[in-house]
């Protein structure tokens, strides 16, 4: 539960109309990504790379099999790349942390649609990926299966209104 004033809800109410206006830059821009859809895909932006604004969907399909493995793949964060100095226990609990971040910004930049958070712990190589739910398309992972996979599988299933 959260509470304010008046006061603070004018605030609020200035931050949600100009939300485009904030964009954290840089290396720490992962925690807080710039999440956006082109042409049915949904993206995020890394760094200060540019968001791409032109697709071509068929070549993708061709390419990538679906949507899903297109976004599964152009997502991945490892986070040995962008923190250093961190033993596989404490890059596990970031990439816990930083998926539900990503789960919180999802939730609000795409209220109407489902979306997978991938963490996987492979012998100490650990990254995040992200993907919307495509209907008619297989998950990116087999997810009734985790078991029969050899690294360690998180899925976080980011759905509107539900909070795991």
């Known amino acids: ?18 939300e485009s206006n904030l964009r954290i ?35 993708i399909l061709d390419l990538h099999y679906s949507a899903t493995v297109y976004e599964a793949g152009c997502s991945e964060l490892r986070i040995q790349d962008y923190f250093d100095d961190l033993d596989e226990l404490s890059m596990l609990k970031l990439a816990f942390i930083i998926s539900e971040m990503w789960e919180s910004k ?4 795409f209220p109407n649609e489902e979306f997978h958070i991938i963490i996987d712990d492979s012998e100490g190589d650990i990254s995040l990926r992200f993907h919307k739910f ?25 759905q509107c209104g539900i909070s795991e």
Not at 10 to 16: A, F, G, N, T
Not at 106 to 109: F, N, P, V
Not at 134 to 158: C, P, Q, T
């Open 1 to 18: 539960m959260i509470k304010y004033n008046h006061l603070m809800q004018d605030k609020i109410e200035k931050i949600i109309e100009n």
């Open 25 to 59: 830059k840089g290396e720490l821009s992962v925690l807080w990504p710039d999440f956006y859809e082109v042409q049915g895909f949904y993206l995020m932006r890394k760094g200060d790379e540019e968001k791409i604004t032109n697709l071509n969907p068929e070549r």
């Open 106 to 109: 999802l939730k609000t930049s």
């Open 134 to 158: 495509h209907e008619g398309e297989e998950s990116w992972l087999d997810e009734d299966n985790l078991e029969e996979y050899k690294s360690a599988i998180l899925v976080r299933i980011v």
